[in-house]
């Protein structure tokens, strides 16, 4: 079945993030940002869907922008990693 997650990045122009994922296999069906910048974004979820939450977050992770610590791509793998924490949470 398909879920739905919002997540509010911190350090990024973007204000919310929103993804859905398959909680059986944990493919990224669609993601969806409000604010920052629309076409990096729209890349980004043009490169994504149809990929495994894991993946995605572990590729990521660690991405700055500027002279951030952090960026949309990191604050994405953070939402992903916590989508991930808390589904093995629950077995």
């Known amino acids: 079945m398909v879920q739905t997650f ?3 990045p911190q350090g990024v122009c973007s204000r919310l993030m929103v993804f859905s994922i398959d909680d059986e296999t944990d493919i990224i069906t669609d993601f969806t940002v409000i604010g920052g ?9 043009r490169l994504i869907i149809g990929m495994s939450a894991r ?5 990521l992770s660690g991405t ?3 002279y951030k610590s952090t ?8 939402a992903l ?9 629950a077995k």
């Open 37 to 45: 910048c629309n076409g990096n974004l729209n890349g980004i979820k």
């Open 71 to 78: 960026s949309c791509p990191d604050q994405l793998s953070k």
């Open 64 to 66: 700055t922008c500027g």
């Open 6 to 8: 919002e997540y509010q």
């Open 81 to 89: 990693e916590n989508y991930l924490a808390r589904k093995e949470n």
């Open 55 to 59: 993946d995605v977050a572990s590729k």
